[in-house]
């Protein structure tokens, strides 16, 4: 069996015999929904419009005397919530490039 080149990106591409061969194939991914970097993007506004809010109904309370506590303690509770979420993102996402930069080809 002849050893195929890869095609373009990088990705294997099928021969084009008539073969009936059962074997899936690696290709790109289909793009039905939003990337990957965009939906990154809109966890990180929506955990800084988190913070955002949650800091300006504390300033809101302290400074102008508006709001109650337990508003400004629900939404410093949500902000600290979406940080959190977002660092262990990244965490996985920086263990996951050191895990491919350690792979041996």
């Known amino acids: 069996m002849p050893i195929e080149s890869l095609g373009p990106a990088g990705f294997y591409t099928p021969p084009t015999s008539t073969e009936a061969d059962s074997t ?10 939003p990337g990957f970097a965009q939906t990154l993007g809109e966890f990180i506004g929506e ?4 913070l955002v809010q949650a800091t300006q109904k504390a300033v809101d309370l302290v400074v102008h005397g508006r709001g109650t506590i337990h508003d400004t ?3 410093i509770d949500n902000a ?6 977002l660092m262990e993102m990244r965490n996985r996402i920086v ?10 080809l």
């Open 24 to 33: 899936p194939t690696i290709g790109p991914a289909p793009s039905d929904g």
């Open 47 to 50: 955990a800084n419009s988190d």
């Open 73 to 75: 303690m629900i939404a």
């Open 80 to 85: 600290e919530g979406s940080f959190r979420l």
């Open 95 to 104: 263990e996951g490039v050191n895990r491919l930069l350690e792979t041996q």
